[in-house]
Every structure is written in structure tokens, then in C-alpha cells.
């Protein structure tokens, strides 16, 4: 791997647990009490940094979050150039990640279609039972 992709990753991912810290303990704002920071990219140059949010809630609660962190971004970066040192702080953008409610809805997919096979299943050797007698 390339030494500065080394880096960027390495800049991505102290950004990520700082933006974590910083919205759970400095924000203090109950609007922001179920955001979680997925994941951040930051750009080859590190000027950009792409945050990637999962917000616990409906698409009115996500969508406040989200704009309420757009709000405090620019607090933010100036808590990171505090905490990290970079000669250029990312400008940071945030991002609705909905992977967590695929999931969700895609595992409660998968329980539903087990069911429905269990109950075939039992049905079908109900009736063979039935069958033999």
C-alpha cells in the first residue's frame, strides 16, 4: 500500500473517533444523543473529509441531525485542530450512512423467510406422518 493512502487512513481514523468524542461529550445537544460516526474518508490532499453518520430514529429525526451537524461543523473542526495536528483541517461533510437499517431490514428478511420455511417444513412432515397411519 502506498505510503500516503498509509496516511490518509491513518488521518481518517483518528478524525473518526475525535468526532466521536467530540459530538457525545462537547456538543451536548440532545438532538445529536443517537448519532453514531460509521466511518470518515478523507481526500488524497486532506482538505475534504466525508463523515459518514447512523442516526437512531425516522427520516424527520434523521434529517434534523443532520442538519444540526452542519450547523456545528464549523465548531467542530475547530475542536479537532485542537486535538489533532494537521497542518490543514478537512473540511467536513456529513453523510446519512443507512447501512445499519439495510441491515436490519435485510436480517429481519431473512428471519421471516426461516419461518416460513420451518413452518412448511412442519407442516409437510405433519402431513407425511398422517400419511403413514
Given at each position: 500500500m502506498p505510503k500516503e493512502y498509509q496516511r490518509t487512513d491513518r488521518v481518517a481514523d483518528g478524525l473518526q473517533k475525535e468526532i466521536a468524542r467530540i459530538i457525545q461529550r462537547d456538543l451536548r445537544d440532545p438532538r445529536l444523543s443517537m448519532v453514531t460516526v460509521m466511518s470518515v474518508e478523507v481526500s488524497r490532499d486532506l482538505s475534504y473529509a466525508k463523515v459518514f453518520v447512523s442516526v437512531l430514529g425516522d427520516?424527520?429525526?434523521?434529517?434534523?441531525?443532520?442538519?444540526?451537524?452542519?450547523?456545528?461543523?464549523?465548531?467542530?473542526?475547530?475542536?479537532?485542530?485542537?486535538?489533532?495536528?494537521?497542518?490543514?483541517?478537512?473540511?467536513?461533510?456529513?453523510?446519512?450512512?443507512?447501512?445499519?437499517?439495510?441491515?436490519?431490514?435485510?436480517?429481519?428478511?431473512?428471519?421471516?423467510?426461516?419461518?416460513?420455511?420451518?413452518?412448511?417444513?412442519?407442516?409437510?412432515?405433519?402431513?407425511?406422518?398422517?400419511?403413514?397411519?
Open positions: 427520516e424527520a429525526q434523521v434529517q434534523e441531525t443532520l442538519a444540526t451537524l452542519k450547523r456545528a461543523k464549523g465548531h467542530i473542526r475547530s475542536l479537532l485542530a485542537k486535538r489533532i495536528t494537521l497542518r490543514i483541517m478537512p473540511d467536513l461533510n456529513f453523510i446519512y450512512d443507512d447501512s445499519v437499517t439495510r441491515g436490519t431490514h435485510v436480517s429481519h428478511l431473512i428471519d421471516e423467510a426461516t419461518e416460513r420455511d420451518e413452518t412448511i417444513k412442519r407442516t409437510s412432515h405433519d402431513e407425511s406422518d398422517e400419511s403413514k397411519e
